[in-house]
């Protein structure tokens, strides 16, 4: 499982996750599409496979990446185990190879939670569950094309080589896992299943007409600073959610979530490190010059860093859904989608009897209420993410105190800003006050980033491309990718 303190630690790019246990299944690169799930022995799969992959390149290259590069310094999933299971070389980015895995285990597996528990995991689809899981599988599938969708543009402001590298290590993972759902799709739901691949390359970020399934991943990725918050706040969610979905009873589902978690804790490496790189700077310089107003000194001032992470953060806890869900409910009971840790908590695993609180708005206060755990699933795995978003802000606050700062970046209320669940249509504040809508109007410019605080990042937001350059609004990193110099040229053109 990939821990949520691993990315704190330093560039572990090999993937902290600890493997299962079993023999290392080495990937067969001969195929068209790589893959460790025997694609070669079914032909209709592969041909159906090999007549989306024309498209998803059409789509790579119409919405992936805009800025034209010759190679790219890139890791490659190859295999599967605890020896190694990435390559990494020079790479066209076009010709990367976009391989289908699962996670491999010896013991067959019994489903941990609900009302199928103690049974052996499923092999196949459930009839009874087929459009569950299918739903589930393409809320999953839709958020991975969206964010190269939403990170597009970024490389014509980037703000170092190596920063480059690591947005494209995080594109064509999120590429590779749309194909982890896609296979799911073509694999296991037939004719549906194609026709939502399909979707899944036809709806965009964005789009008026046809938008990505959830808010956060129509918004846009407008500069650096937001694409650290999203990969710190919005990719977590992402590990919580296949966390989440590692534990369901649908056993093809599960090897996969395991597998693209290893993946993921390079994302989390990239958003924490890559924050906490521009908080180094901006405290710094906060120091030096005894002034919050430190654009013209060329660095972001910290009360505009803590308004992105506001906006990114309460973007972010809407992924998780209302707090009480009927949907999640049926999951968790019918054994689809578990709980984070499933297998290490002390219960029962049922759930029936059990209660949660939840947070209400109720005659103009926050208070909780009652209801069966069960409803309370969102909430419980939200709960959960919190704290481990409150990690990595302890680690930056520790930067911003060896600066010698009292400033402290904080996480706002869980009801600010929020479009979706309990505290939808009221006005919170960061500080959990629940205000009038005057009030509200009164203070968002504080609270959230203004049209010019993102017209001056953006003024911010030039391109280095030297080698070992690094733009003046963050610090360089400690370490290069892979063990190799800071100063490695990681990107050619
Ligand atoms: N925006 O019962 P409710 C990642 C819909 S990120 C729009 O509260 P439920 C990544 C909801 O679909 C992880 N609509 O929700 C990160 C439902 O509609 P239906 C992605 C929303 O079902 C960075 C209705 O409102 N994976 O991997 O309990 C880069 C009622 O809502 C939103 C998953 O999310 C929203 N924010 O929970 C790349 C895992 N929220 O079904 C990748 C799979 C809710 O009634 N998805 N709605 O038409 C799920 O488990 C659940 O669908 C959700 C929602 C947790 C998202």
Redesign the pocket.
Known sequence: MTDGDTDLSGPDLTGPAPAPDGPVSVVDYSERIPNNVGLAADRRLQRALEAWQPRFLDWWGALGPSLPTRDVYLRTAVAIGRDGWASWSRVPMEQYRWGIFLSERDEPRQIAFGKHKGEPAWAQVPGEYRSELR??IV??GD??P??VEQQRHLGATAPSLYDLRNLFQVNVE?GR?LWAMVYLLHAYFGRDGREEAEQLLHRHSGHPDSPR????FNEETTDWLSFFM?TYF??R??KY??G??KESGFDPLSRTCEFMLREEAH?MFVGTTGVQRVVQRSAAVTAEHGTDDIWRHGAIPLPVIQKYLNQHYSLSL?????ET????AA?FTAGL?GRWMETRRHDDHLLTDATARIPVVDDGQISTRTVPALTAL?LDLRDEYVADCERGLRKWNGDLAKAGLDWRLTLPHVGFNR???AFTGHCISPAGELIGADDWAGHAAGWLPTADDRAQVAALMTPHYEAGDFAGWLAPPPTGINDLPVEYDYVRF
């Open positions: 739903r589930l809320v999953q958020t991975e969206a964010s999120e896992h399934i959830l808010g956060a999203f919005t990719d969610d992402g959610q296949l989440t979905l994302h809407d992924l998780f859904g209302s869900s009927s949907n999640a999951y989608k969102n479009q979706v669940g």
